[in-house]
Nanobody, 123 residues
Framework: QAQLVESGGGLVQAGGSLRLSCAASGRTFSSYAIGWFRQAPGKEREFVAA????????YYAGSVKGRFTLSMDNAKNTVYLQMNSLKPEDTAVYYCAARQGYYSDTSDLYPYWGQGTQVTVSS
């Protein structure tokens, strides 16, 4: 059973930075894609970023492109989301998710999810 545990959320002022971590365990993820999603209060869960664990193109939502960077540490089985130039509209619970195969920006296609970590950006 795949397990994903996020950490690194918190409260930050607009313009600041945070780095989220997603520690993966329970299986070999080399054939998986890892995605980051977020959900703000009263809104649907939305795609943020994704990439295949084995490497390749990183995909970003237009709203975060140029500000957020997804990276991986294979030795630690950990995925990171570096978030710079944060805006109040980035406030949400951030989730990492995993699925076999290629990336998708559709949350329903990811069967494995972490518990989420809260990011709050004050103006």
């Amino acid at each position: 059973q795949a397990q994903l545990v996020e950490s690194g959320g918190g409260l930050v002022q607009a313009g600041g930075s945070l780095r989220l971590s997603c520690a993966a365990s329970g299986r070999t993820f080399s054939s998986y894609a890892i995605g980051w999603f977020r959900q703000a209060p009263g809104k649907e869960r939305e795609f943020v970023a994704a990439r295949r664990w084995s490497g390749g193109t990183r995909y970003y939502a237009g709203s975060v492109k140029g500000r957020f960077t997804l990276s991986m540490d294979n030795a630690k089985n950990t995925v990171y989301l570096q978030m710079n130039s944060l805006k109040p509209e980035d406030t949400a619970v951030y989730y990492c998710a995993a699925r076999q195969g290629y990336y998708s920006d559709t949350s329903d296609l990811y069967p494995y999810w972490g518990q989420g970590t809260q990011v709050t950006v004050s103006s």
